[in-house]
Antibody, heavy 123, light 111 residues
Framework: QLQLQESGPGLVKPSETPSLTCSVS??????????WGWIRQPPGKGLEWIGS???????HYNPSLKSRVTISVDTSKNQFSLKLSSVTAADTAVYYC???????????????WGQGTLVTVSS | QSVLTQPPSASGTPGQRVTISCSGS????????VNWYQQFPGTAPKLLIY???QRPLGVPDRFSGSKSGTSASLAISGLQSEDEADYYC????????????FGGGTKLTVL
């Protein structure tokens, strides 16, 4: 059974660049069948896609966050990571990592999600 | 302001059939498939419907999805108290070099 587990700093100060990691078990980040992604959810609000990465390192970012986001993958550790620069209070959210699967019709969807990790930006 | 539009709330009584709508545009729902997620308070979203109308293994057939033009719907028949949750639609948007977009979510209350 695939499992994803996020880890992160919890509390960060404005302007810092927190790094979050998603550890994958029961599956491989080096698989050519999937992408891996990050989604966030501010408290009491909806979901926002941050970006996705392929095992090759190819990335795709939300245009609204692209200038501040870096997603990388370490297939040797079976992990992928998110860095978000120059954070403000507006970046306070639960951050989820997820697997992106592809069906036979070429359609993508997030099928497995981690439990999420809360990142609070406050001085 | 979410790219996909959902009603903020919906409700029904046990046994009833409820539908939740998701409205988009030609660049997202109009040209790509729709996925639906169920989220209970304090937990991660769970895939409920993918590719407009496909159910992952383990999802009851009480849940169904459909799409027409630039809108999609999630239907829940035989409503149960445990269906009380937030529901989100999602689709790939072809604008701005591509982007996943979500609805704002619908809170379903079982009366």
């Amino acid at each position: 059974q695939l499992q994803l587990q996020e880890s992160g700093p919890g509390l960060v100060k404005p302007s810092e660049t927190p790094s979050l990691t998603c550890s994958v078990s029961g599956g491989s980040t080096s698989s050519s069948s999937y992408y891996w992604g990050w989604i966030r959810q501010p408290p009491g609000k909806g979901l926002e896609w941050i970006g996705s990465i392929y095992h090759s390192g190819s990335t795709h970012y939300n245009p609204s966050l692209k200038s501040r986001v870096t997603i990388s993958v370490d297939t040797s550790k079976n992990q992928f990571s998110l860095k978000l620069s120059s954070v403000t209070a507006a970046d306070t959210a639960v951050y989820y990592c997820a697997r992106v699967s592809l069906d036979y019709g070429g359609n993508y969807y997030f099928d497995y999600w981690g439990q999420g990790t809360l990142v609070t930006v406050s001085s | 302001q979410s790219v996909l539009t959902q009603p903020p709330s919906a409700s029904g009584t046990p046994g009833q059939r409820v539908t939740i709508s998701c409205s988009g545009s030609s660049s997202n729902i109009g040209s790509n498939t729709v996925n639906w997620y169920q989220q209970f308070p304090g937990t991660a979203p769970k895939l409920l419907i993918y590719s407009n109308n496909q159910r992952p293994l383990g999802v009851p057939d009480r849940f169904s999805g459909s799409k027409s033009g630039t809108s999609a719907s999630l239907a829940i028949s035989g409503l149960q108290s445990e269906d009380e949750a937030d529901y989100y639609c999602a689709a790939w948007d072809d604008s701005l070099n591509g982007n996943w977009v979500f609805g704002g979510g619908t809170k379903l209350t079982v009366l």
